[in-house]
């Protein structure tokens, strides 16, 4: 006798039902239920596996299946330690040795360096041709100083190239610092007695031409000698005064 689907009963659940029936092509067919029951479900577990980590699926059906994520050079994995993820984390490779040449100073070969310029270590050979800018020539080659007018004046060749002063009376100027070859100017004004001073100095005029107070003056100084208590000095003075036209 024939069932209309409308007869069956419902069921429940799963444990409720022997067979599933159906058709192929024309024939009628029982199906086992243990065949069309439910898909297999996984649970997911991390764990950690040395340096490595292990991602573990568990089946409903009580399968297992693990794959192992192997750490790389530099590559640290973490596990949470409740199973539920890890942490992948990256490191810069290292420099496994530092080898210094003069005149580059290591305090060590590994582990926390320091380096350093030694001092006095930059040769001729290291610096490029026409490199040497005016700015970083120190002052004795590049400043002007402007001394202002009195009486006693403190001439030191290692502050500046280039001097101006006004003499307000009898007036000593006292050297210091001059190193041999260096050149430097002083402009002078003032109608009175200019003395120079340096304890074991010698001091020598060039040409015939003298300090003229009623002018303006323009002395140029050079240290021949810069031997310590003995330094020799040579000056010539020129009188100076406005004019474009040289010719």
Do not use: W
Not at 83 to 90: E, L, M, S
Request: with cysteine; aromatic share 8%.
């Amino acid at each position: 006798m024939a069932v209309k689907f409308s007869q069956f009963t419902v069921g429940s659940q799963v444990s409720d039902i022997d067979y599933v029936v159906g058709y192929k092509s024309t024939a009628n067919v029982q199906i086992p239920i243990g065949l069309v029951t439910a898909n297999t479900t996984y649970s997911i577990a991390t764990a950690q596996a040395g340096l490595n980590e292990t991602i573990t699926l568990t089946g409903s059906d009580s399968s297992t299946d693990s794959i192992t994520l192997t750490a790389g050079s530099n590559i640290t994995l973490t596990d949470d330690g409740a199973g539920n993820g890890f942490t992948i984390a990256a490191t810069a490779a290292g420099v496994s040795s530092i080898t210094a040449t003069a005149p580059i100073n290591a305090t060590a070969s590994t582990g926390a360096i320091t380096l350093s310029l030694n001092d006095l270590g930059v040769t001729t050979a290291k610096l490029a041709d026409n490199d040497v800018t005016f700015a970083k020539l120190e002052n004795r080659y590049t400043v002007l100083s402007a001394l202002g007018s009195g009486t006693t004046f403190a001439l030191d060749f290692s502050a500046a190239t280039t001097f101006t002063a006004a003499a307000s009376n009898a007036a000593t100027f006292n050297f210091s610092n001059a190193v041999q070859g260096q050149v430097v100017d002083l402009i002078l004004s003032g109608n009175f007695t200019i003395t120079f001073a340096e304890t074991g100095s010698t001091f020598n005029r060039v040409g015939s031409v003298e300090y003229d107070g009623t002018t303006n003056n323009i002395l140029q100084i050079i240290c021949t000698d810069d031997s310590t208590g003995a330094k020799v000095y040579h000056y010539s003075v020129a009188t100076y005064q406005s004019d474009s036209t040289p010719g």
